[in-house]
């Protein structure tokens, strides 16, 4: 734990310990997300009953249009924040400087543009909706340098604190919002509330005060880094967005609404790991990056863990998405479930894509990382368009099927600086995908062919436990793959110790 301002800025460097503290930050940390995701789901559960399809479309438009936002005004500068080796309180002053002042900017270019969007959809209320959320990206410019510090600090659970009590300020706001009639407006304070309480707990636990900007020769690589991350950020996050926002052209906002809360439910409990990963995987490869060989050895460690726990989980979500859906958010929801049941076989592929990111950080490439966030983008374009004449379900499937063929190319690309390819990956991963497509087929055929007149809450259960099973049987069984049960084992005794 770090208690004095000096601990922000110590060098980077390989410790005993280190293994230990990146099992446990990244445990907290997928554990408070997990904790986030499920007050999101709770949320979602309220206010789908409380508000319209239409209402989460209106609002959906907007935040799909807007959502390179953030990553713009981050710049990649959390990132060359902490993947820099040696770092110095006037380099962060000038990161920090640079980062508001982008979110200011990008604000008002917002907030200019919101006739604009209501002139191109033709819906007028999507006018004073952009303003109010134009508002977040000032407040998140403000907070992105003291939470790249608690990163770099590797002080993991602070900032999933700070998380979790924010989205839970504005659930609450925005519930409340609901009950008393305000329509799409609650969803609309939902962010702007949990943004201005993130900047608020960062800047409270950082203890971090921003002063007058060094502009030394050091300072112009850590915005070249920062401007290959965000290249990659922006353009794979349009890239993502571009299915919501050709559904908005093209098909009425309840169609939007649908498919936007499919992908709510499927980021709250799978990608949203894979989110919080990151950080923790980039910051702790990062001390790495002077010895290549225990670089590797990490990375297929973690990646093997990863996929031992979030592969089977993606299947399990697929085969029960419709029922779960229907239970949480109510029966006129159904369809957000069938989209669900496809959208989730993606996080079986993005456990291995989404690793991406920790090696070309912690190696210093974010400049490949950007090229391949270009061939990313152009594959889901093309993806999107082939499945928009098919409406949502079309869409969804050709971006499950995207999923599936860039997965293993990302690796490789990725890792080739430091000799990881494709017989790495596969063996990290490998039985645990084949023990996931296991599961999936074993789940669907029993759900179809002997589960039909079950209720929907004994179905889910009934098809959770026997798709663990299977799992379990070939992984375990088959395999023998029982390191990350283990992996898992040391951190949960290692907190209780700790307690």
Known sequence: MVDSVAGYFEDHSDSKDLGRRALRGGFVSVAMQYGNGALQIVSAVILARLLAPEDFGLVAIVTVLTSFAPLLIDFGLGDATVQRSKITRGQVNCLFWLSSGIGLAVALIVAACSPLIAWIYGEPRLAPITLCIAITFVLGGASNQHLALLRRSMQFGRIANIQILSTLAGIVVAVVVAIFGSGYWALVLRPVVSTFCIAVGAWFVCRWRPGFPAFDSDVRPMIRFGQHVVGFSVIYTMAKSVDRIALGLFYRPDQVGYYQNAIALYENSIFAALIQLHMVASATLSKLQSDPAALRQKYEAALSALAFFVMPAASILSVVAEDLTVILLGEKWRMAGSLLSIIALRG????????????????????????????????????????????????????????????????????????????????????????AIGALAGGWWLRTEALGDCSSLVRILLLGGVCTCLYLAIVVGLFRLVEPIKVAGSIVQDLLKSR
């Open 348 to 435: 079986i592929f993005q456990v291995v894509e989404g690793s991406q990111g920790w090696l070309h950080v912690s190696i210093g490439r974010p400049d490949r990382w950007r090229n391949w966030g270009i061939i990313t983008a152009a594959v889901q374009v093309v993806a999107v368009l082939a499945g928009l004449p098919f409406g949502a379900t079309g869409v969804a499937i050709a971006m499950s099927v995207t999923s599936l063929l860039i997965a293993l190319p990302s690796i490789i690309y990725a890792g080739r600086p430091i000799g990881i390819g494709a017989e790495r990956v596969i063996r990290a991963v490998g039985p645990q995908l084949i023990g």
